[in-house]
């Protein structure tokens, strides 16, 4: 026995300890937040959503040193930087995630001095599932103090989204009396059950009592721990306390209940009625599904590599997450090139003729593979060049199009399903093509070599003639 008692003292103690480190720590919270991109879709790597590039965006969470979301912050308590570039404008909203799931677990005081109570407490504490949804999950524990006089009694419901489970077991609570209210004893096991079975990052216990820690004999009512002890394991295992004071809260302990939530991050409100309660109820889900959205158009080229965006806290938390510059998924035509026989080559402008034979050549930013290229002239609904493969090249003989100006229009296809498909045009002008250019069509050089060859041999002729007659 003497050996249980040190353990209790020493426990005491060290739960008075932490609690001094607590308190301290509570001050400091600011210094001991954390941002958490939150993943998009299956994804597992937090990041930025860019599947719009240049339109940007981001979901973070700021979590406190007890895993709770941090909520309240407005634009101005966070900046944006862009390859270290801060931004100057970004969309901002503070927002409830409905699909974060929870794991919460009622802490329902059903001791001797609830009798007068529970029937309200009852129907007030349904109210829960009209802000849980069948992706949460909650478990209940009913607790009193034993027949015997010592130690708990409780009646516990594990996790489980069977909301018609759960009501029926809190509908058939009824409080015992005479008998204890072991509350620390009751809050320890709450954490326990949290701790081994709560499947959810996003958690709470709830705990509701209109008295305090006493037995029967108006000793104390726990028997296992005290209320230290019971506070600081809730801190270690980082599951944060919600407290109620229901009824008139004149018998709670409200110091306890105000200690509890405070130092693991939770929040106390007195309830004397069920709309305080399911207030109550929809300010913890909203605080658990609490997350921050952040939206901007870069300024950024797309040019389909990664680059950084930092998200920083005004205490000087911040994350940093990568994101692609992606191409459009509409296939951009950013300039064709025209290349001459003599390889030679020029971007399409009507400010230089075309004239013969040239090849295209574009330069094509695409998200997904292409399919084909297609070049189209003026208003033709056939195209008069295509090409099916990289690096979609043609060869054009301009000698087969009237002099003067015209429109290139050159189609794009994807592989995508449906294709994507990008058309854009260029203004060309076309050259006349001389009996010298026709020459070159006809005879695949220019003709002026095939004159001078004939003029060679005709003049070695001559001299050979001449130097016959010389002999």
């Known amino acids: 026995m003497w050996k249980a008692r040190v353990w209790l003292g020493l426990a005491s103690l060290l739960g008075f300890v932490g609690l001094l480190v607590g308190e301290t720590a509570v001050i400091a919270q600011g210094e001991q937040r954390r941002v958490t991109l939150i993943s998009i879709e299956n994804d597992e790597t937090p990041q930025v959503q860019d599947d719009e590039f240049p339109f940007l965006s981001l979901e973070a969470v700021l979590l406190n040193e007890f895993n709770v979301p941090v909520p309240g912050l407005t634009a101005a308590d966070f900046t944006l930087s862009e390859d270290g570039q801060p931004l100057s404008t970004f969309d901002f909203a503070d927002i409830a995630d409905d699909t974060e799931p929870l794991s919460i677990l009622l802490l329902l005081d059903a001791s001797g001095p609830m009798q007068e109570e ?68 009751a809050l320890f096991r709450g954490v326990q059950m949290m701790s081994t079975s709560g499947q959810y990052a996003r958690r709470a216990v709830i705990l509701i009592t209109n008295g305090r820690d006493t037995a029967v004999d108006g000793g104390s009512g726990s028997t296992d721990t005290n209320a230290d002890a019971a506070i600081e394991a809730a801190r270690q295992a980082q599951v944060p306390l919600y407290t109620v004071a229901w009824g008139n809260g004149a018998a709670a302990d409200i110091d306890f209940l105000q200690r509890a939530a405070r130092y693991t991050g939770g929040t106390y409100r007195q309830a004397t009625d069920p709309a305080q309660l399911a207030a109550f109820f929809a300010d913890v889900a909203a605080q658990l599904r609490q997350k921050y959205q952040f939206s901007y158009t870069s300024a950024l080229p797309a040019d389909n590599v990664a680059h950084q965006v930092t998200l920083a806290v005004a205490d000087g938390t911040e994350m ?78 301009t000698s087969d199009v009237p002099p003067g100006r015209h429109t290139l229009f050159v189609e794009v296809i994807d592989t995508a399903v449906p294709p994507h498909v990008g058309q854009y045009e260029f203004p060309i002008a076309i050259a006349v093509c001389d009996w010298l250019c026709q020459g070159e069509q006809q005879l695949g050089f220019n003709p002026l070599f095939l004159v001078g060859g004939g003029g060679v041999v005709v003049l070695l002729l001559l001299i050979g003639l001449l130097g016959r007659r010389r002999r």
């Open 118 to 185: 529970i029937t309200a407490l009852r129907g007030a504490v349904i109210t829960l599932y009209d802000v849980l949804g069948q992706h949460d999950e909650s478990g209940v524990i009913a607790f009193r103090g034993a027949v015997a006089g010592t130690g708990i009694e409780a009646q516990e419901m594990a996790f489980t989204n069977d909301e018609g489970a759960l009501i029926n077991q809190i509908n058939l609570l009824q409080a015992t009396a005479p008998s204890g209210t072991p509350l620390y004893d």
């Open 320 to 397: 940093t997450a990568n994101f692609i510059a992606r191409y459009p998924l509409t296939p951009q035509v950013t300039a064709v090139y025209a290349i001459a026989a003599d390889g030679v080559r020029v971007p399409l402008s009507p400010a230089i003729p075309l004239l013969g034979t040239i090849s295209l050549l574009p330069t094509i930013h695409a998200r997904q593979p292409l399919a084909a290229v297609n070049y189209y002239l003026d208003d033709a609904e056939t195209a008069v060049l295509a090409a099916a493969a990289p690096p979609w090249e043609v060869v054009w003989q």
